[in-house]
């Protein structure tokens, strides 16, 4: 089974920009979450989707929103970009809405605001 | 609301010796814990998880609820155990997953 992917793999965007991401989740796989990490606060998350609806969602500006499509694939946006959202941004999918149960993580997507 | 703290950034240990790695959580329900792990130039990946109760590659963790921690232990550290270890947390449904700050592990010849 191929992994989760993500694209692109990284970016470099302008303040004031906005930029959309993409996650391809494992095949079969409806759980996709979203994580920011940067050296200074690590890895931190940011929303989960499952069957297209937005579950669970971390302390983050509107700026930050995200969705996901009928075949599990993911994107997340950001808006107006700062300079404090480079990070690089991970995706995990996992099989099963059961808290328990492993994610699979992406190589993620280096974003940086200049 | 939940938290995960490691409380060491580094640890340094000798191959062969033992390397403990703590974990500490705040969550008032019943969690479930893991330790994720990310070797270099690799993607983070699941090392082990408190409701399987297994030993993965050596490495053991006990979930102790009075303490709230779950350390995550090997007896005999290998150069390959070098890498980045993650303690996290999941406590309501859904798969969020608060992560500590994390603990780099090298483990010397």
């Known amino acids: 089974k191929a992994g989760v992917t993500q694209t692109p793999r990284y970016l470099i965007k302008t303040r004031g920009q906005q930029v959309t991401l993409s996650c391809s989740p494992i095949?079969?796989?409806?759980?996709v979450s979203w994580y920011q990490q940067t050296p200074g606060q690590g890895l931190q998350f940011l929303f989960e989707?499952?069957?297209?609806?937005?579950?669970n969602k971390g302390n983050f500006p509107g700026r930050f929103s995200g969705r996901q499509f009928s075949n599990s694939r993911s994107e997340m946006n950001v808006s107006t970009l700062e300079l404090g959202d480079s990070a690089l941004y991970l995706c995990a999918s996992s099989s099963r809405e059961d808290r328990s149960y492993e994610q699979y993580f992406g190589p993620g997507t280096r974003l940086t605001v200049t | 609301a939940q938290r995960v703290t490691q409380p060491e950034k580094l640890l340094s240990v000798f191959k062969g010796a033992p390397v403990e790695l703590k974990c500490n959580y705040s969550y008032s329900g019943s969690p479930e814990l893991f330790w994720y792990v990310q070797y270099s130039r690799q993607r983070l990946q699941l090392l082990l998880r408190?409701?399987s109760r297994e030993s993965i590659k050596g490495f053991t963790a006990d979930l102790n609820k009075g303490e709230t921690s779950f350390h995550l232990k090997k007896p005999f550290a290998q150069e390959e155990d070098s890498a980045m270890y993650y303690c996290a947390l999941s406590g309501a449904a859904g798969n969020k997953l608060t992560f500590g700050g994390g603990t780099r592990v090298l483990v010397k010849p």
């Open positions: 989707y499952f069957s297209e609806t937005q579950r």
């Open positions: 408190h409701i």
């Open positions: 095949s079969g796989h409806r759980s």
